[in-house]
């Protein structure tokens, strides 16, 4: 049996998309953005060091990369996302199976290295959280009960991708953990929540025969309910930090990316067509990006 990849009939299943689709790039806002507003907080408080910026972005983004190839690697071995993988390599334009493995785990290892430097230069607290980012990143997908299959896929993100990795980016520059940074943190929890929603609503009759998520559990009608409220609390979210004074008012520049929302949430009307639905993922991710960059550069302003 070969050990480098899912062996069936003697044959080795390569990506048929490019390594690029592999890290899923428009999903990386998810911590971008995140990091962007908490270093911006932290540099309204005091100067900031841009190495210790730069290390937590890079070490970040390797994680969030790592646990997007881990999930194409364990959907597969799950029998999921079939149509991604061939036999034939002249078709392919991605890394046969295990290659997929083998370069999430050198990406986590390089990111264990830079947290440790990351410790060393400001708070021995990150090892620990670090270390749980990386066992949640992986299990969201692996083993035999994966987070994402027994519905937690939208509260790993909600946790990780919001608080966590807002505070964090706050904290290694020095800064003692405050309830505003938690409250800041909330919005960027909402929308990948609502991203990862998305996406299960849009394979929720895929989904049926393999996993259990949130939207399956639901079902569609009132995943999409959530989906609203997930949307609409973003918003309200940070008016609320603006007339709290938490955040400058510039930060309303985020109501920019209302259309972007508006599209989404249209995706998913009671008669919207499958093509449309299909696309909603495509306007999550659009959205988040909007929504993050226009919040960071309210916060920067």
């Known amino acids: 049996m070969l050990s480098s990849a899912i062996n069936r009939k003697q044959e080795i299943y390569y990506y048929r998309a490019s390594w690029l689709q592999l890290f899923r790039p428009m999903t990386l806002t998810g911590t971008i953005t995140p990091i962007l507003v908490g270093t911006g907080i932290a540099a309204m408080h005091e100067s900031i060091r841009f190495s210790v910026f730069l290390a937590m972005l890079i070490a970040s983004?390797?994680?969030?990369?790592?646990?997007?190839?881990?999930?194409?690697y364990y959907d597969f071995q799950h029998g999921q996302d079939k149509a991604?993988?061939?036999?034939?390599?002249?078709?392919?334009?991605?890394?046969?199976?295990?290659?997929?493995?083998?370069?999430?785990?050198?990406?986590?290892?390089?990111?264990?290295?830079?947290?440790?430097?990351?410790?060393?230069?400001?708070?021995?607290w990150i090892i620990p959280v670090g270390i749980a980012s990386i066992i949640f990143g992986y299990l969201y997908?692996?083993?035999?009960?994966?987070?994402?299959?027994?519905?937690?896929?939208?509260?790993?993100?909600?946790?990780?991708?919001?608080?966590?990795?807002?505070?964090?980016?706050?904290?290694?520059?020095?800064?003692?953990?405050?309830?505003?940074?938690?409250?800041?943190s909330l919005p960027f929890a909402l929308i990948i929540a609502s991203m990862i929603l998305t996406n299960n609503i849009r394979d929720i009759e895929k989904?049926?025969?393999?996993?259990?998520?949130?939207?399956?559990?639901?079902?569609?009608f009132r995943a999409v309910n959530l989906l609203t409220v997930l949307l609409t609390l973003s918003y309200i979210t940070v008016i609320g930090?603006?007339?709290?004074?938490?955040?400058?008012?510039?930060?309303?520049?985020?109501?920019?990316?209302?259309?972007?929302?508006?599209?989404?949430?249209w995706s998913f009307r009671k008669k919207a067509k499958r093509a449309e639905e299909l696309a909603g993922m495509k306007w999550a991710a659009w959205h988040h990006w909007a929504f993050g960059l226009l919040f960071a550069i309210g916060v920067w302003l």
């Open 61 to 72: 983004l390797l994680i969030q990369s790592a646990t997007n190839l881990f999930n194409d």
């Open 84 to 124: 991604k993988w061939t036999t034939d390599q002249s078709s392919a334009s991605g890394p046969p199976h295990a290659a997929v493995l083998y370069t999430a785990i050198l990406m986590i290892s390089a990111a264990v290295l830079i947290g440790a430097w990351l410790a060393y230069q400001s708070s021995i």
């Open 141 to 184: 997908s692996a083993g035999p009960r994966p987070l994402c299959s027994i519905g937690l896929g939208e509260t790993v993100a909600f946790t990780f991708l919001g608080p966590i990795v807002t505070i964090l980016s706050y904290v290694v520059q020095g800064n003692e953990l405050r309830l505003d940074i938690l409250a800041i």
């Open 207 to 220: 989904d049926h025969a393999f996993r259990h998520t949130l939207a399956t559990t639901l079902g569609r």
């Open 241 to 265: 930090l603006v007339v709290s004074n938490v955040v400058p008012w510039s930060a309303t520049l985020v109501l920019l990316a209302l259309p972007l929302a508006f599209r989404l949430r």
